[in-house]
């Protein structure tokens, strides 16, 4: 099937891959069925784009790239409308906000969309009683002093 997208134009995109919110994503109830697309060859980051709304397309990483003890406990709710019967079914991402520049983005740690990549299901779920953050800097403050000392010794190299 074709669908138009927000960052590439029309695409094919195999119906196979497509992966239904049977309630939608929050504030988007209507918008039931999405893909995930890399936003570049052996990209990390992955576009969340609707079929149905060209504009509407989110920009996704799997939180444990930049946070290695991040962690998700599923109600048995959720696991239930996912059909969720093995963790190796999970495929979990979260929505960035994107900033200039790039290095003071952030990531919604709260709501985490969770895939059962088997069914072909996903839902956008709001974790209570977190210590997360819906704008947890993907980089943290020795992340952005090491990119900015590795980017000041290549300038002065020159």
Not at 121 to 126: E, I, L, N, R, S
């Given at each position: 099937m074709q669908i138009q997208t927000k960052y590439f134009g029309p695409?094919?995109?195999?119906?196979?891959n497509v992966i239904r919110f049977a309630n939608g994503v929050p504030?988007?109830?209507?918008?039931?069925?999405?893909?995930f697309?890399?936003?570049?060859?052996?990209?990390?980051?992955?576009?969340?784009?609707?079929?149905?709304?060209?504009?509407?397309?989110f920009v996704t990483v799997?939180?444990?790239?930049?946070?290695?003890?991040?962690?998700v406990e599923l109600s048995e709710t959720v696991i239930e409308a996912l059909n969720i019967e093995k963790e190796q079914d999970v495929y979990i991402s979260v929505i960035l906000t994107l900033k200039k520049p790039f290095k003071a983005s952030t990531a919604n740690l709260v709501a985490p969309?969770?895939?059962?990549?088997?069914?072909k299901?996903?839902?956008?779920?709001?974790l209570d009683g977190t210590s997360y953050h819906?704008?947890?800097?993907?980089?943290?403050?020795?992340?952005?002093?090491?990119?900015?000392?590795?980017?000041?010794?290549?300038?002065?190299?020159?």
């Open positions: 695409l094919d995109v195999d119906q196979e504030g988007f109830p209507e918008e039931k069925a999405f893909i697309l890399p936003l570049e060859a052996d990209s990390v980051y992955q576009i969340m784009q609707s079929t149905q709304t060209p504009a509407l397309a799997s939180p444990f790239m930049f946070f290695k003890d991040y962690s969309v969770i895939v059962n990549l088997r069914e299901q996903g839902k956008q779920v709001v819906t704008k947890h800097p993907i980089f943290q403050p020795s992340d952005v002093e090491e990119e900015d000392r590795h980017a000041y010794s290549k300038k002065k190299a020159k």
